[in-house]
């Protein structure tokens, strides 16, 4: 299905990030609906004495496009993605970000929310990387269907030095930064992105991965000027 035609004409643009209906305007006889699910959480990292324990970064939301003919001033139905929790503090795993849809006629398109980011373990002193949170899987019934970016990994090279994993970027922004010093994940950017990991440094204090973001859907209206 081509994206426009050329008789399409750009009326007017919404970004939602909340509620869960849809109206049309007056005149509008297509929308083009981009969507990304809610990113994932960033690993948390435990503590052990002169150890290191880094969490992996939070996966983004995957992403969706679809062009859908509606009828003007009619309500339309979605669902934005929650976003995914940062872990707790220790050897805790992030949560997953939730799916976003759009419904038409009975045709829901979907994209899916990011993985959490991995626990960063309770603590040690050897070379260890530990992978970042699959990004969301393609999604369904779009006519692009992406998946998401994964989490960054995070690497302990000794009890003292390392660094956590970032959270994954999405198509409206990025994700959490990792660290490289004792501090809390840090949480997500644009929506759809994954939260940033833990990083614990020689023994330090338990630190909590930092939250994924909401997801996302941006619709554009279109009128027929034929």
């Known amino acids: 299905m081509p994206m426009f035609n050329r008789s399409d004409a750009l009326i007017a ?16 006889t297509r929308i083009k609906v ?3 699910g809610g990113g994932g959480g960033g690993g948390g990292g435990g503590s052990t004495a002169v150890s290191a324990a880094l969490g992996s970064g939070g996966g983004a939301g995957g992403y969706g496009v679809v062009v859908f003919t509606v009828e003007p001033s009619t309500n339309y139905t979605y669902a934005i993605g929650a976003a995914g929790t940062g872990a707790t503090a220790g050897n805790n795993a992030g949560g997953n970000g939730g799916d976003t ?21 309770a ?13 969301g899987v393609a999604g369904s019934n779009g006519d692009i269907n992406a998946p998401g970016a994964p989490g960054y990994s995070s690497y302990c090279l000794t009890g003292l030095l390392g660094y956590s994993g970032a959270g994954a970027s999405g198509p409206f922004g990025g994700g959490g930064n990792g660290a490289s010093a004792q501090a809390t994940g840090n949480a997500g950017g644009g929506n759809g992105s994954g939260g940033g990991g833990g990083c614990t440094l020689n023994g330090g204090a338990a630190t909590a991965g930092g939250a994924g973001t909401i997801g996302a859907i941006l619709v554009q209206e279109l009128s027929n000027l034929k």
């Open 123 to 135: 603590g040690g002193t050897a070379v260890l990387p530990i992978l970042g949170g699959a990004g």
């Open 13 to 28: 643009e919404s970004f939602l990030v909340s509620g869960t209906t849809f109206t049309t305007g007056a005149t509008t």
């Open 34 to 36: 981009a969507l990304v």
């Open 101 to 121: 849809t759009f419904t038409v006629s009975g045709v829901t398109v979907t994209a899916k929310g990011g993985t959490g980011g991995l626990a960063g373990g």
